[in-house]
Nanobody, 114 residues
Framework: QVQLVESGGGLVQAGGSLRLSCAAS????????LGWFRQAPGKEREFVGH????????YYADFVKGRFTISRDNAKNTVYLQMNSLKPEDTAVYTC???????WGQGTQVTVSS
């Protein structure tokens, strides 16, 4: 059974940083692309970015380019989302997913105060 467990969310002031982690189990981790999405209150879930199998390529939504970085450690079955220069509009529940396979974590709340 595939499980994804996010951690690292919390409350941070604008301009601050957080690093989210997503630990996966129940799959051969390096065989899958991993993605991050977010959903703010009252809004639809939106794509943040994703990383390819070995981590050699990453892709980001325009609104996070230059501020967020996705990385992965295949030995630890973990994908990371480093978030810098956070803004209040980044407040959302952040969720990781195995792209194209319908596996999602439970999400972790990120709140950015102004």
């Amino acid at each position: 059974q595939v499980q994804l467990v996010e951690s690292g969310g919390g409350l941070v002031q604008a301009g601050g940083s957080l690093r989210l982690s997503c630990a996966a189990s129940g799959l051969t981790f390096s065989n899958y692309r991993l993605g991050w999405f977010r959903q703010a209150p009252g809004k639809e879930r939106e794509f943040v970015g994703h990383i390819t199998y070995s981590g050699s390529n990453t892709y980001y939504a325009d609104f996070v380019k230059g501020r967020f970085t996705i990385s992965r450690d295949n030995a630890k079955n973990t994908v990371y989302l480093q978030m810098n220069s956070l803004k209040p509009e980044d407040t959302a529940v952040y969720t990781c997913t195995v792209l194209g396979h319908g596996y999602w974590g439970q999400g972790t709340q990120v709140t950015v105060s102004s």
